[in-house]
């Protein structure tokens, strides 16, 4: 509201200098160039002319623009406006007629001679059209501009609304399909192993206070982010088999720079949904690093064929997809993604960076 006020203000004190402009050149500094002294009924009729342009455009932006230009009537629109600038043209001739106007100018600037009417005083009123169409052409071109800013501002405004709908919502969607997975580990380990249960749920508690808390925001700190995933991976840990390799470098130093909350997990949740077994070696690898601000992710692990954890997962697919929905609003054009999962070898590997805000 405040950034509204300011711009009425700016706006009104521009229209403000510029009529004072058009007033002090036109009106004032241009008659007295003449080096003669006019008759009051010169600067009377002067002033009916500044004030009847000022009527004029504030007519037109007050009614005219509005009712029919902004609704597309535009024959109908010029047409009245026409209209109105021949009436203002009439009264301009009405009050010089009833001033005597040409002839009090004739006796001013020719003193002595005798005044004659002359058909060419009539083409003044051309100039004088010329004029109102020159300030309502100015005054047309800044409403339009000014009605296009503001449904671009409405515009604007409608989209990032909608966008922060959306991020809740794509947002929801993930942190319930990540808790699902952990509290299926976590009940998996009660039947085998009592202490690293308690391990998970501890690590759990971490992660619930991190995204109960930190994810309320648009943007958390890097650090924060690493210190989740590092978590997260610890609780992982947990569930896998000693036949499973993991091998993770995270070389991430930074105490300023910003992320969207949660936005790699869907990645690493990948690396381990594909890439454990319980009969068969298997190996994970996980590298985050950071240069400058483009953050670096990547991940590689075998695909294990026909991973009972995956049939058990029917919405393996929602994390990742609403990663990438998230991606492309908030980070356009400011991220790279590489996915690859029909290599000769059976890996899959993800190469992922992000310039970071």
Request: positive net charge.
């Amino acid at each position: 509201m405040k950034n509204a006020g300011n711009y009425k203000s700016y706006a009104t004190l521009t229209y403000l200098i510029g009529w004072g402009l058009l007033a002090l050149l036109i009106f004032l500094l241009i008659p007295l160039s003449y080096g003669v002294v006019l008759p009051v009924a010169y600067w009377v009729n002067q002033s009916v002319f500044f004030f009847s342009l000022v009527g004029l455009t504030y007519f037109n932006a007050k009614v005219l623009a509005p009712k029919y230009l902004f609704k597309k009537k535009i024959i109908l629109y010029y047409s009245l406006l026409l209209l109105v600038c021949l009436m203002v043209i009439s009264l301009l001739w009405a009050v010089a007629a009833a001033l005597n106007l040409g002839e009090l100018i004739h006796y001013a600037l020719r003193p002595g001679q005798v005044y004659q009417p002359k058909a060419s005083s009539r083409y003044m009123y051309f100039y004088i059209f010329f004029l109102e169409i020159s300030v309502l052409g100015i005054s047309i071109t800044i409403l339009l501009l000014r009605k296009w800013l503001s449904e671009e501002k409405l515009r604007l405004e409608t989209e990032e609304r909608n966008t922060s709908m959306e991020l809740a919502y794509l947002k929801a969607q993930i942190n319930p399909h990540f808790f699902f997975n952990s509290l299926n580990t976590i009940n998996a380990l009660t039947y085998k192993d009592i202490e690293s249960s308690r391990q998970a749920l501890s690590k759990l508690s971490h992660i619930m206070r991190y995204v109960l808390y930190d994810t309320q925001h648009k943007s958390v700190l890097l650090n924060k982010e690493i210190d989740f995933i590092k978590d997260y991976i610890a609780l992982a840990q947990l569930r896998v088999s000693l036949a499973v390799e993991i091998e993770l470098e995270i070389e991430v130093n930074a105490s300023n720079l910003l992320i969207a909350p949660m936005l790699l997990l869907p990645f690493i949740e990948n690396s381990f949904k594909h890439g454990i077994s319980s009969k068969q070696p298997a190996y994970i690898y996980i590298a985050i690093g950071l240069k400058g601000k483009t953050l670096s992710l990547v991940t590689k692990n075998n695909i294990i064929k026909k991973n009972a954890y995956l049939e058990k997962d029917s919405n393996s697919g929602i994390g990742m997809t609403n990663t990438l929905r998230r991606l492309d609003l908030l980070y356009p054009d400011k991220y790279s993604l590489q996915i690859n999962h029909n290599s000769p070898k059976d890996e899959y590997w993800v190469d992922f960076k992000i310039e970071l805000l």
